[in-house]
């Protein structure tokens, strides 16, 4: 690799401020910029874990993230990298709690701002705040930028603004940008976020419950997870049901699928079902179920079954926007990137983390892709 690059890298969050630092430490003659249009960096870190901070999972199991060669390989030995940056670059000592959901100890986000932002001023990287991109030209071996504030002339550029989510005024100047030069993406589109439902349930606003979100297409299970679910005026949330909104966001087809929820997910039906006939139904529901749960139920159907109780069907009338959504779904394609994440039509040009058409499930999963793209880009530098 040649000495003396300039970088311009775009986005401080997590693929941005890892990149940048990681650039500069492979050769200390590169030259960084770092520009972002807030005022502080990492704007969705402060807010992970809801505050926190889950930066990583040790389960790296692929069925629990995303079913894909690239997520596979990524995720390879992926919390051991992890490890590595945050403990030997950054300098923090990380916990893991007992469902491997990994923190700060400190358990708060301050932590890994305050560390990024002591790194990158002690190597020297220049981080320009409130500069919003607008457009670049690729020319002969370089690479002309333009932002709110500025020019660039500069040999790379690192694209790691993120998706749609936790903006008030979004803009897609990156997107529209790239496809001046035929670069193909899915539109961004809201995941990790609640349902809408058709039927009413504002009886049951801000109540909670426990039990088994079951998301089917097809009549087929697609995802199904036991927790703790939240009414809202309209619809539904909890941790289960945005899980399941991930694979509902990546299904083409949405029309043919339903939504389960399983009032009774510690009993097994014939259980239940001799529970059941115990009692006179009415009275076992009151018995076993919040008040405002077993008034819904006595109110909304004229029959209840032992089938209805353990697969309560609604019917999903979309997802919340992006307001509410913790990450979102969409973005350049796999196939327009090369394993060192440069575009393939723009070999200058590199895309990072979520702008990558690639969203994972809560649990640290999302910014650890961010981390890991960001790192095996620079790897690939060498």
Do not use: W
Request: net charge positive.
């Amino acid at each position: 690799m040649k000495k003396n690059k300039l970088y311009f890298v775009v986005g401080a969050g997590p693929s941005g401020l890892t990149a940048s630092i990681k650039i500069k430490e492979l050769n200390n003659d590169n030259q960084v910029i770092l520009i972002d249009k807030n005022d502080s960096i990492g704007k969705k870190i402060k807010v992970s874990g809801n505050g926190k901070c889950n930066l990583a999972n040790i389960n790296t199991n692929i069925d629990l993230i995303n079913n894909s060669t690239y997520c596979h390989e990524l995720f390879q030995d992926g919390y051991q990298k992890i490890n590595n940056f945050f403990s030997e670059t950054l300098g923090i000592l990380l916990f893991t709690d007992e469902n491997g959901l990994v923190y700060p100890n400190s358990l708060t986000s301050e932590t890994l701002i305050s560390s990024y932002l002591e790194k990158i001023s002690s190597l020297g990287i220049s981080l320009k705040l409130e500069e919003e991109f607008l457009s670049f030209t690729s020319e002969i071996n370089q690479i002309l930028v333009k932002t709110t504030k500025d020019t660039y002339l500069v040999d790379y550029l690192v694209f790691a603004t993120g998706g749609r989510t936790y903006y008030k005024n979004y803009n897609n100047n990156v997107i529209r940008e790239l496809e001046k030069y035929s670069v193909k993406y899915e539109d961004f589109i809201p995941s990790l976020t609640g349902y809408l439902l058709k039927e009413s349930v504002k009886e049951l606003s801000k109540k909670r419950i426990k039990g088994t979100i079951k998301l089917t297409s097809n009549n087929e299970i697609i995802y199904s997870e036991l927790g703790e679910i939240q009414f809202k005026d309209d619809g539904i949330s909890g941790i289960n049901v945005m899980n399941s909104s991930c694979y509902y966001a990546k299904l083409k087809d949405k029309s043919k699928c339903k939504l389960f929820i399983d009032f009774y997910p510690t009993l097994e039906k014939e259980t239940l079902d001799l529970l059941i006939k115990k009692r006179e139904i009415n009275n076992f529901l009151k018995g076993s179920l919040p008040l405002e749960f077993y008034k819904y139920l006595i109110k909304n159907n004229k029959v209840l079954t032992l089938d209805i109780l353990k697969n309560y069907p609604f019917t999903i009338n979309g997802v919340y926007s992006f307001d509410y959504a913790q990450v979102s779904e969409g973005g350049i394609i796999l196939n327009e990137i090369n394993s060192n994440y440069s575009l393939k039509k723009v070999p200058n040009v590199f895309v990072l983390g979520e702008l990558i058409n690639a969203s994972f499930i809560c649990g640290g999963y999302n910014i650890m892709h961010a981390v890991l793209s960001a790192l095996k880009m620079v790897e690939n530098l060498k």
